[in-house]
């Protein structure tokens, strides 16, 4: 929903033009829920006095699912979410917790739900799941060939000089499960990422990370030998863990649906943690 302010007003009676039929407490929870945005821009506080001319807008109610799992979209063929960081993907031989999978499989029975990537556990952000055969095959198929898009913003250790590049080398992992790079084409497999710094500090930078590959780890290795750890990162490298979280966010998957072929773009925005030791520019 969205209302043009015809003159100056207060934020609560311009949403009570907008939904004349809600009360002031629906009103002001919508605030509450971050669901109201002035120009684009979240607002917290309902007490806010509108110019004339500005555009307010209401988001639809978040879907939240099992262990605070957001629906980001869904249709009768996949569904996208956005993890939240802490949340296991999938069950492994090591670890059987709750996981996303098991949540959205508790919540969609007795329809299928099919694995088709995975986020590190600490990782949070966007992922797809699909709910038959067809689709798993034809979404693999295109994370198998590259052709989707896959972009993550990181807080990274130290001020990047360089404004963007390309981080490229062969990975392989341990007995003990850590990935390291090595020379050896015919031994690692390899991975390709390409960065852009957003913002920049003398401690911590933002980086915006596109997969040009998806190899386990791919992005908290590349940043740890480019000398700009993950923060929160103990396993690669990191110093310290200021915001008690690994700060790698997926935030974007765009690809073509592989049975309506139309192109499917979803976004998680970057947590809002995160600006709390790089402002927003």
Same mark, same amino acid.
């Given at each position: 929903?969205?209302?043009?302010?015809?003159?100056?007003?207060?934020?609560?009676?311009?949403?009570?033009?907008?939904?004349?039929?809600?009360?002031?407490?629906?009103?002001? $929870?919508?605030?509450?829920?971050?669901?109201?945005?002035?120009?684009?821009?979240?607002?917290?506080?309902?007490?806010?006095?509108?110019?004339?001319?500005?555009?307010?807008?209401?988001?639809?109610?978040?879907?939240?699912?099992?262990?605070?799992?957001?629906?980001?979209?869904?249709?009768?063929?996949?569904?996208?979410?956005?993890?939240?960081?802490?949340?296991?993907?999938?069950?492994?031989?090591?670890? *059987?917790?709750?996981?996303?999978?098991?949540?959205?499989?508790?919540?969609?029975?007795?329809? *299928?739900?099919?694995?088709?990537?995975?986020?590190?556990?600490?990782?949070?952000?966007?992922?797809?799941?699909?709910?038959?055969? *067809?689709?798993?095959?034809?979404?693999?198929?295109?994370?198998?060939?590259?052709?989707?898009?896959? $972009?993550?913003?990181?807080?990274?250790?130290?001020?990047?000089?360089?404004?963007?590049?390309?981080?490229?080398?062969?990975?392989?992992?341990?007995?003990?499960?850590?990935?390291?790079?090595?020379?050896?084409?015919?031994?690692?497999?390899?991975?390709?990422?390409?960065?852009?710094?957003?913002?920049?500090?003398?401690?911590?930078?933002?980086?915006?990370?596109?997969?040009?590959?998806?190899?386990?780890?791919?992005?908290?290795?590349?940043?740890?030998?480019?000398?700009?750890?993950?923060?929160?990162?103990?396993?690669?490298?990191?110093?310290?863990?200021?915001?008690?979280?690994?700060?790698?966010?997926?935030?974007?998957?765009?690809?073509?649906?592989?049975?309506?072929?139309?192109?499917?773009?979803?976004?998680?925005?970057?947590?809002?943690?995160?600006?709390?030791?790089?402002?927003?520019?």
């Amino acid at each position: 929903m969205k209302y043009i302010t015809p003159a100056p007003l207060p934020l609560l009676e311009a949403l009570a033009q907008l939904s004349p039929q809600s009360s002031k407490n629906t009103l002001r $929870s919508w605030i509450k829920e971050g669901r109201v945005s002035i120009e684009g821009v979240l607002v917290k506080n309902a007490n806010v006095q509108l110019l004339e001319g500005q555009e307010v807008s209401v988001a639809q109610r978040k879907k939240i699912v099992g262990n605070g799992i957001e629906i980001l979209y869904e249709d009768s063929d996949l569904v996208l979410i956005n993890k939240p960081s802490g949340l296991l993907s999938v069950s492994t031989a090591f670890e *059987k917790g709750e996981t996303a999978h098991a949540l959205l499989k508790a919540h969609y029975r007795p329809r *299928k739900v099919f694995v088709v990537h995975r986020l590190d556990q600490d990782t949070s952000g966007v992922m797809v799941f699909a709910f038959n055969q *067809k689709t798993h095959e034809g979404l693999k198929e295109l994370f198998e060939a590259h052709d989707i898009k896959r $972009s993550y913003t990181a807080l990274v250790e130290g001020q990047m000089l360089s404004p963007a590049g390309t981080w490229q080398s062969h990975l392989y992992e341990d007995s003990q499960y850590f990935v390291h790079e090595t020379q050896d084409e015919t031994f690692g497999r390899l991975a390709i990422t390409h960065y852009r710094t957003l913002q920049t500090l003398k401690r911590y930078s933002l980086l915006e990370l596109t997969l040009e590959t998806g190899r386990k780890n791919q992005i908290r290795v590349h940043c740890q030998t480019a000398g700009h750890p993950v923060v929160g990162d103990k396993k690669y490298g990191a110093h310290a863990n200021p915001l008690k979280r690994l700060c790698l966010h997926a935030h974007l998957l765009s690809f073509k649906h592989p049975i309506s072929r139309k192109e499917i773009r979803v976004e998680s925005p970057v947590p809002e943690e995160f600006y709390r030791l790089v402002p927003k520019s």
